[in-house]
């Protein structure tokens, strides 16, 4: 496991900075193995301690990422005066040194910068939160024209790999129609759900198209990525980064 790192492929500022966390560079151990972020799916406390040290000294952070309780909604906090582990799915961010991220294994993690470098925000998205608009409160969060946005599209389950009820599908469609090419009938039944089309949709609709990312699998490479719906209860998670970087620093 070579790829410890994975840089957006986005035309942000260079003090725009963004990553992707993978298994690789870190302590945990089993099914936690081995850079697992999370404190809240059973890993030891104290591996998951070190993996977070190593976070910021691998990436030379200004800060450590303001941790977020995730619970699928819409929440969008301020990174830089949200407090300890605030209940969110989204956070901003618009002084340098202040790194937003959030945790995922398998949801699709979203990052966002406007053009010009002045506001980054990260949003944690499965289908919950995609279905109830939490891309759209990321978006209006940092206040700029949706055409002035860039976004990058994390590693997130693909769609042959995600099979999903009826009462997915009708969540989206009863949103936006167009919502349906984004679901394949699945042979064994339901539906084959395409986050990453999912998530292009809802930009769109926004206006944003600087649209960049989405062409790994969280589920289907195992060697580097963790998987909540491969691995069950005791998978660990990646981080997605974004912080803006201090020009004089």
Partial sequence: MSETFIRPDWPAPAHVRACTTTRAGGVSADGYASLNLADH?????????????????????????????????????????????????????????????????????????????????????????LAAGVIEAAVAALEHPAVDLLAWLGPAISAPAYVVGDEVRAAFVSHAAIAARAFEPAPEGGWHADLYLLARQRLAALGVNGVYGGDRCSFREAAHFYSYRRDGARSGRMASLVWLQDIAG
């Fill in 41 to 129: 799916v059973g890993d030891d406390p104290a591996n998951v301690s070190q993996n977070r040290d190593r976070l910021v000294a691998s990436l030379s952070l200004p800060s450590s990422p303001a941790w977020l309780r995730q619970v699928h909604g819409v929440r969008v906090v301020d990174a830089g005066s949200c407090g300890l582990s605030p209940e969110a799915d989204a956070a901003f961010a618009v002084d340098a040194g202040v790194v937003c991220g959030v945790l995922t294994a398998d949801c699709l993690p979203l990052l966002l910068c406007d053009r010009q470098g002045t506001r980054v925000a990260a949003a944690h998205a499965g289908w919950r939160g």
